[in-house]
C-alpha cells in the first residue's frame, strides 16, 4: 500500500520518503515530523537523545529509513539546486533543503544497518 501511494505522490514531481514508525529514542537515525494542520513535513537529521525521545513521545515523527521515490530528474533537479561535496549526507545536503515533499508511512520489519552497532542488533535478532 505504501508503494501504491508513494508512486501516485511521485507522478506529481515529489520526491517521497518512506518513514517507519520509531520503537525507540534512536540517535543514529534521522527523523521526519509529519505535516500537521498547516505545518510541512521536516527531516531532523540524527537529533540527541533528549530530542529523539521527544519525537518518538510525540507519536508525530518517523524514522527516516533513508529509501526515497521520485522521477529521476525531480532527484536531478534538487542535487543542482543544493550541490553537496564527499562526507555530507543526501539526507542533509538535500532533503533538510526541501519545502516539498511527501512521506509515505512504510509498515515494515526495517532496521537500519547503517553502524556496526545496528549490524550487530540485527544480526543478534536474526539468529
Known amino acids: 500500500m505504501a508503494l501504491k501511494a508513494a508512486s501516485l505522490e511521485a ?3 515529489q520526491i517521497v520518503t518512506f518513514g517507519i514508525k520509531p520503537t525507540h529514542p534512536e540517535t543514529g537515525y534521522g527523523y521526519i515530523r509529519l505535516g500537521i494542520n498547516d505545518e510541512t513535513a521536516k527531516f531532523f537529521e540524527k537529533p540527541d537523545l533528549e530530542a ?3 519525537y518518538v513521545a510525540s507519536g ?3 524514522w527516516n529509513s533513508g529509501m526515497f521515490l521520485a522521477k529521476a530528474k525531480i532527484f536531478q ?5 543544493h550541490p553537496f561535496t564527499a562526507g555530507t549526507s543526501f539526507d542533509k545536503a538535500v532533503m533538510e533543503k526541501l519545502k516539498n515533499f511527501s ?3 512504510l509498515a515494515a520489519d526495517w532496521h537500519d544497518i547503517g553502524t ?4 550487530q542488533r540485527v544480526r543478534g535478532i536474526s539468529r
Open 77 to 81: 533537479e534538487e542535487i543542482a539546486a
Open 11 to 13: 507522478q506529481k514531481n
Open 60 to 62: 508525530n515523527y518517523l
Open 103 to 105: 512521506v509515505a508511512p
Open 116 to 119: 556496526q552497532e545496528s549490524l
Open 52 to 54: 529523539a525521545a521527544r
